[in-house]
């Protein structure tokens, strides 16, 4: 459903991504873990062309996405979790949620709003609050929330665990699944918490410098040796 | 007291007028982060525009005052508009991933281009127009001393206060005004929520310069003279309002104009009209110096 082939994306002289092939398919979680500085934010804002690929194809459904533009690529069904959350911080809490919707018809948005709100009783009590105002958990929640009101078919979620304390880490891996299992939504996930990302997903990929280096089923790669050795033990 | 309440009636006028024309500063500065220094040519263009629909519904006979108007502001929006949006399309955009200082040379450039070329298609001597509406009511007499506000004054308050509330219900509730609201903050982040951003930006420009329209059109109604030189000491004072109420505020613009439109009123009625200009200088100047924020903005984090 989505695959990228040979992409290099560079930053003005940094090459940044030197060669990536992988692919998602539909209803999957795949994860993809690796060093500070492999690439890994790189290559999921590349995937939404914020860098566009400099050499390589991206592919979704079978269509050329490479060249469209930003906005094009989300309202064919994608959405962007960022590294950092980047909500909105001056606009309200119900504000953020609406412009996620963005991609969607006039009319749909109510259903959607309250689903989001099922999913995060927090932000409904907080919709007309200030989105800066929120903790780092709300924040995250939030840009979740605005991602989802696109109804993307695949979500792009980078480090959504950063900074959270380990019972909300393993709240939101918990909302991850929810999602993806009753809403159907594929979802690509960036984290440094490699041990959970690789219980939760079904697939996997290792990046260093720029490349995949390494590709398996979650399983075989929480017992790889190197794998272990790197991302797993003293860094759980 | 007559004559004091006399100049706050023609201050507040003017202040509205600048104020229209110091939204399009702050709305483009807010989305972009820069100044648009072709922003006052475009209210030059929209007066020129204004005088010449006036012009035309008057040779097409007609004569219901009403209707003239509509007809004319409409049409004149239209026009000034266009150029709003062309300014964008061939000053900014080309030069979107540029060094910040490229598009405010282009802006310039372009500023100087529409002045000349005003100024070639219409003649370098001043433009009149017969008085439109005339009359008003006396509000009170003092003494020997009658206040009068004009109709023209009270069509271009009543103009301007529905403008504003029209301005204040789409940037603080419509999908338009959450997207330049979402593109002011985070541009990239907008893009990846769907926001068509260049669009965004264009729809920007295109409505500062439909207000500029509207405060060039209720010049050539108060004054009833337009040259091709008033964009730039409009320009100017505009963007003191602006900076005054904050750069980057939309109250803050309509209250930078006022307060502007005050101060010039009063000082010409009390010291000397020879000055008058100068008073905005030195607002802008003594603003820049102790409250760069101007009266109602937020302190700059990111921006420059
Ligand atoms: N905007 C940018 N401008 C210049 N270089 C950048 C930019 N963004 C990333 N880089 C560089 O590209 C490389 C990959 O960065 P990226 O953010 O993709 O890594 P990452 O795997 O997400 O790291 P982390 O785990 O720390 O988030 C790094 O060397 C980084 O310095
Ligand atoms: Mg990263």
Redesign the pocket.
């Known amino acids: 459903m989505l695959s990228l082939a040979h992409v290099h994306v560079y ?2 002289p ?1 090459h ?1 991504l030197r060669g990536v092939d992988l692919s998602v398919e539909m209803g999957e979680i795949v994860t993809l873990i ?10 999921l804002m590349s995937i939404c062309g914020a860098p566009r690929a400099g050499r390589g194809r991206v592919l979704w459904d079978g269509e050329d996405i490479t060249d469209l533009p930003s906005f094009e690529i989300i309202r064919r069904g994608i959405a962007q979790v960022p ?1 950092g959350r980047r909500i909105f911080s001056r606009m309200s809490v119900l504000e953020n949620l609406l412009v996620g919707a963005t991609p969607l018809e006039d009319g749909q948005r109510e259903e959607d709003l309250q689903r989001v709100f099922a999913l995060f009783p927090t932000l409904k009590d907080r919709q007309h609050q200030r989105g800066g105002t929120l903790s780092g958990g709300e924040q995250q929640m939030l840009a979740i929330g605005r991602a989802l009101m696109g109804r993307p078919r695949l979500l792009l979620l980078d ?1 959504p665990s950063l900074g959270l304390a380990p019972r909300l880490v393993q709240r939101i891996f918990e909302i991850i699944e929810a999602i993806n299992r009753e809403q159907n939504v594929t979802v690509f996930l ?1 984290e ?1 918490n490699a041990y959970h990302a690789l219980r939760l997903a079904h697939r996997g990929y290792v ?1 260093a410098n720029g490349r995949i280096v390494l590709a398996g089923e979650s399983k075989a790669l929480l017992a790889n040796r190197e794998v272990r050795a790197a991302y797993l033990e003293g860094g759980v | 007291m007559g004559y004091f309440l006399q100049q706050l009636i023609n201050g507040v006028t003017l202040g509205m007028i600048y104020g229209l024309v110091a939204i399009g500063y702050t709305m483009v500065y807010g989305i972009l982060g820069m100044i648009n220094f072709a922003h006052g040519e475009i209210y030059m263009i929209g007066a020129f525009i204004s005088i010449l629909g006036f012009i035309l519904v008057g040779l097409a006979g007609i004569t219901a005052v009403p209707l003239a108007l509509i007809i004319v502001l409409t049409a004149t929006m239209i026009f000034t508009a266009a150029y709003g949006w062309s300014v964008e399309r061939v000053a900014y955009r080309p030069l979107r991933q540029a060094p910040r200082l490229a598009p405010l040379i282009s802006a310039i450039g372009m500023s100087i281009f529409l002045q000349n070329y005003v100024q070639l298609s219409q003649g370098a001597q001043v433009k009149t127009l017969p008085p439109f509406i005339e009359g008003g009511v006396v509000l009170l007499r003092d003494a020997d001393f009658a206040v009068r506000i004009s109709y023209v004054q009270l069509l271009i308050w009543l103009l301007t206060l529905v403008l504003m509330a029209g301005f204040a219900w789409i940037i603080g509730r419509t999908a338009l005004g959450r997207a330049q609201r979402a593109c002011a903050e985070d541009r990239v982040m907008a893009s990846l929520v769907g926001i068509n951003v260049d669009r965004t930006i264009s729809l920007t420009f295109v409505l500062g310069a439909a207000l500029a329209a509207v405060a060039g059109t209720m010049v050539t109604l108060y004054y009833g003279v337009v040259d091709f030189f008033i964009g730039f000491l409009a320009g100017i004072k505009a963007f003191t309002a602006a900076v005054l109420g904050g750069i980057g505020s939309l109250p803050g613009a309509m209250l930078g104009g006022l307060i502007l439109g005050l101060v010039e009123a009063f000082w010409s009625a009390y010291f000397t009209t020879e000055y008058k200009d100068v008073a905005a200088f030195t607002i802008l100047v003594l603003v820049l110096i102790f409250r760069p924020t101007g009266l109602l903005g937020r302190p700059e984090v990111e921006k420059v």
């Open positions: 930053h003005g940094i940044a690796g060093a500070n500085g492999a690439g890994k934010s790189t290559l590294e480090e960036v440094q990046m």
